[in-house]
């Protein structure tokens, strides 16, 4: 089985964090912010979902080594 890109995961996390902080700022349901506030909540969520995603395939690679290397040895 191929081990997981760590670098096109975080990628991909980072575009899914931005995606959500951008549905966030239009809500209907919350106050009008400044535009440091936007931009503060772009940043946060696309490293916060970026972090995440990237060590989920880390993690995902490691326990995927120790399966295979169980396997085989």
């Not at 400044?34 to 395939?57: D, M, N, Q, R």
């Given at each position: 089985?191929?081990?997981?890109?760590?670098?096109?995961?975080?990628?991909?996390?980072g575009a899914i964090g931005l995606a959500a902080a951008a549905?966030?700022?239009?809500?209907?349901?919350?106050?009008?912010?400044?535009?440091?506030?936007?931009?503060?909540?772009?940043?946060?969520?696309?490293?916060?979902?970026?972090?995440?995603?990237?060590?989920?395939?880390?993690?995902?690679?490691?326990?995927?080594?120790?399966?295979?290397?169980?396997?085989?040895g």
């Amino acid at each position: 089985m191929r081990e997981w890109n760590t670098i096109r995961a975080t990628a991909y996390g980072g575009a899914i964090g931005l995606a959500a902080a951008a549905i966030k700022s239009v809500a209907p349901w919350g106050a009008m912010q400044s535009g440091s506030a936007i931009a503060k909540e772009f940043i946060g969520a696309t490293l916060a979902f970026a972090l995440l995603c990237g060590l989920a395939a880390v993690l995902r690679n490691c326990i995927q080594r120790r399966i295979t290397r169980s396997e085989s040895g």
